[in-house]
Every structure is written in structure tokens, then in C-alpha cells.
Nanobody
Framework: QLVESGGGLVQPGGSLRLSCAPS????????IGWFRQAPGKERESISC????????YYADSLKGRFTISRDSAENTVSLQMNSLEPEDTAVYYCAAEFLGASNFYTCSKYGMDYWGKGTMVTVSS
């Protein structure tokens, strides 16, 4: 199970921090990813973090504004979003991808094994 939190309304230029709390998973066997889906658009990948080797992936278009990290004490994976724009308005989802023995992850919506229900982020003045 994956539960997202931290969504809400923020003004353009503002920041927001989303958290994903996975449960029922052996965390070292998964990569956790953040995705988003704006109205009328395809779900797109934002970033992924391997909980085994801590490698990260970022979509080129979002690199520099968004940062993924793990809070080991709380067993959560966060997405720090800065300099938000109205175009960032979307439902944000976290998802988990099983790593297997290869440590490889796709960070693709087609490769994820579990999904949260999403949290809405609205960027508007």
C-alpha cells in the first residue's frame, strides 16, 4: 500500500513537499517513483529513487526544480517541489517498482507494480 500526502493549493513560485508512505513492502526490493497526471493528459514520470542503492532518476523537464529523497526515520519518500508553475497542476501519484536481482528500474508508468491513490496539487494565484 502506498499513501500520498502533502498536496494542496500553492501560489506560482511557491514550494510544496509531498510524502509517500509505503507499507507492506520489503522496501529494499523496490524503487519508489513519483508521477503526475494533469487533466486531459497522460500520466508522466517525474522521478524515481531506488531504496536498494539510492540511485535516482529525474525527468529532464523537471530536473532542478523537483528533488526526491528518502526519510529513513519515517520510512517515507518525499518529493520537494520548488518554483511551482500553473502547469504543474495535476494529481501526483507515488508508485513502487519491484527491483529483482538486477537493481534495474524503468521509472515508467508501465513498469510500476503498486500505486497510491494520488494527491492533488493546484498551482494558482
Amino acid at each position: 500500500q502506498l499513501v500520498e500526502s502533502g498536496g494542496g493549493l500553492v501560489q506560482p513560485g511557491g514550494s510544496l513537499r509531498l510524502s509517500c508512505a509505503p507499507s507492506g513492502l520489503i522496501l529494499k526490493n523496490y524503487a519508489i517513483g513519483w508521477f503526475r497526471q494533469a487533466p486531459g493528459k497522460e500520466r508522466e514520470s517525474i522521478s524515481c529513487l531506488s531504496l536498494r542503492d539510492h540511485s535516482t532518476y529525474y525527468a529532464d523537464s523537471l530536473k532542478g526544480r523537483f528533488t526526491i529523497s528518502r526519510d529513513s526515520a519515517e520510512n517515507t519518500v518525499s518529493l520537494q517541489m520548488n518554483s511551482l508553475e500553473p502547469e504543474d497542476t495535476a494529481v501526483y501519484y507515488c508508485a513502487a517498482e519491484f527491483l529483482g536481482a538486477s537493481n534495474f528500474y524503468t521509472c515508467s508508468k508501465y513498469g510500476m507494480d503498486y500505486w497510491g491513490k494520488g494527491t492533488m496539487v493546484t498551482v494558482s494565484s
